[in-house]
């Protein structure tokens, strides 16, 4: 008699301790009744391609990765989706049947999907759209919107040499502005987009003077710690969409968890509710 195998999954960061993945995965898993279970797991950048290739021999069919291994595992994996090229990272893992890892990135799917639900208004077409920092999360920004259909890309960083690389790759739908005159450029947006750390808690705050918001333009942070950023309560005093990065979070979960079980979750107030427990 075969035995029935409990399909494994997890999260693979260096630390990892603080990722609300398994919160938001174990979620789903008692909702829709899935016998799976999903860990977090602490691997040193030494061990990460030992650990990886053990994995599926565990019973584990597939994982998150998370910092700092997200651009590391790219060149572990068999095979890399063009999405995760793309961005130049990736933070879903499926291994396959026949033993072989494929890396893909979700990032991008997460943050045009919350944008959207969170800003159901939300068009395109509408006009400019600022993006702050040109850190790896700022790629999965850029690509998704670039995709979406978003013309014109203002984008801005603290170290001007990482916005011009990002500008040579993705080409003239990028204008690189100078860090001092981000303020300004607010100004002309229908969407502003903060893809750096600042503002998170235990970080510098973000400095970007936001007086130039205009009301209907939608703001939104990458930032989930805390929910509500001193850049989106701006926001919303002058009247702006806000929609909060913790859906973020949560979209991007759900193609890895439609791939290792087999369900297409639904992001809904009780999974916000397990991600913030």
């Not at 990032?107 to 920092?133: M, R, S």
């Not at 998704?144 to 990482?162: C, D, F, K, P, Y």
């Not at 992001?267 to 913030?276: F, G, N, Q, S, W």
Request: net charge negative; aromatic share 6%; glycine share 10%.
């Amino acid at each position: 008699m075969n035995a029935v195998k409990i399909p494994l999954a997890g999260v693979i960061g260096c630390p990892v301790a603080h990722s609300r993945s398994p919160q938001i995965q174990n979620h789903w898993l008692r909702k829709y009744g899935i016998a799976g279970h999903y860990v977090p797991m602490h691997v040193e950048p030494q061990d990460l391609e030992t650990v990886i290739r053990a994995l599926p021999k565990a019973g584990f069919v597939g994982a998150n990765v998370t910092l700092p291994h997200k651009e590391t595992v790219m060149t572990i994996a068999d095979k890399v989706t063009d999405r995760a090229t793309l961005m130049g990272a990736a933070n879903t893992l499926i291994f396959r049947e026949d033993g072989s890892v494929l890396a893909d990135n979700t990032d991008g799917y997460g943050f045009i999907t919350n944008l959207h639900q969170g800003a159901p208004d939300w068009k395109p077409d509408a006009g400019p759209a600022v993006v702050l920092g040109a850190g790896g999360a700022c790629r999965a920004v850029v690509a998704s919107l670039i995709e979406a259909g978003v013309t014109e890309i203002m984008l801005t960083n603290r170290t001007r040499e990482r916005a011009d690389k990002l500008h040579k790759e993705f080409g003239k739908r990028i204008k690189v502005v100078d860090w001092v005159l981000a303020g300004n450029i607010v100004e002309e947006a229908a969407l502003v987009v903060n893809t750096t750390s600042l503002g998170m808690e235990g970080k510098p705050r973000l400095r970007v003077p936001m007086d130039g918001l205009r009301p209907g333009c939608v703001v939104t942070d990458l930032v989930y710690t805390p929910l509500k950023t001193d850049m989106l309560q701006a926001a919303e005093d002058a009247g702006c969409t806000v929609v909060d990065g913790l859906g973020m979070l949560l979209h991007q979960a759900v193609p890895g968890f439609e791939r290792w079980f087999g369900k297409r979750p639904e992001v809904d107030e009780e999974t916000r509710a397990a991600a913030l427990a």
